[in-house]
């Protein structure tokens, strides 16, 4: 998957600094006191919001990130955190329970997202070396949810060898990758 992701007129970029915070929390003041509070914000880091009205909250995110070179860059206007994507993505599945899985070998990172019905259960992401700990923080994160993963459809987006599908499949009711 290239770094920057073309959809919809919206790039995605890959950034572990992002929460989900109540929409009544609208200030930048707030915002970016929360952000300082979960995660190390540099004093000229720049915090945005995105909206997410069906679930009554915004996704805050740092827009600063390193680029596929590993320099400093800032994400444009219309530039959101992948995780943005996979959020809006999980309302196009029909499953009550779904997840979505986004395993990024090169930085070894893992992004999440849970839905049950309608509800927003869980958005994050993990330091993950493999396949098999990325599958570990999704059953970890379902466990804590006491969501079932044999009735979660799941959809991976990272190329796994046939024998890691099957690994995720042997623990989900529907695990579908490559996409």
Do not use: C, W
Request: zero cysteines; hydrophobic letters at 40%.
């Amino acid at each position: 998957m290239p770094f920057f992701e073309f959809a919809m007129a919206n790039y995605y970029f890959r950034s572990t600094k992002f929460t989900i915070v109540p929409e009544e929390i609208n200030s930048p003041e707030q915002q970016k006191k929360i952000m300082l509070e979960l995660f190390a914000i540099a004093p000229d880091e720049i915090i945005r919001h995105a909206e997410l009205p069906e679930h009554h909250a915004l996704l805050l995110f740092s827009a600063n990130y390193a680029d596929e070179n590993g320099k400093p860059a800032i994400a444009g206007e219309d530039v959101l955190p992948i995780i943005y994507k996979h959020i809006k993505r999980l309302e196009e599945i029909s499953e009550y329970n779904k997840a979505i899985l986004d395993f990024d070998r090169t930085s070894k990172t893992s992004y999440i997202a849970i839905n049950q019905g309608d509800k927003l259960i869980i958005a994050n992401s993990f330091h993950t070396s493999d396949s098999a700990s990325a599958l570990y923080f999704l059953l970890e994160a379902l466990r804590q949810k006491q969501i079932n993963p044999r009735q979660t459809a799941l959809e991976i987006y990272s190329i796994l060898s046939k024998s890691e599908l099957a690994l995720f499949r042997s623990y989900l009711k529907k695990a579908d990758a490559g996409l």
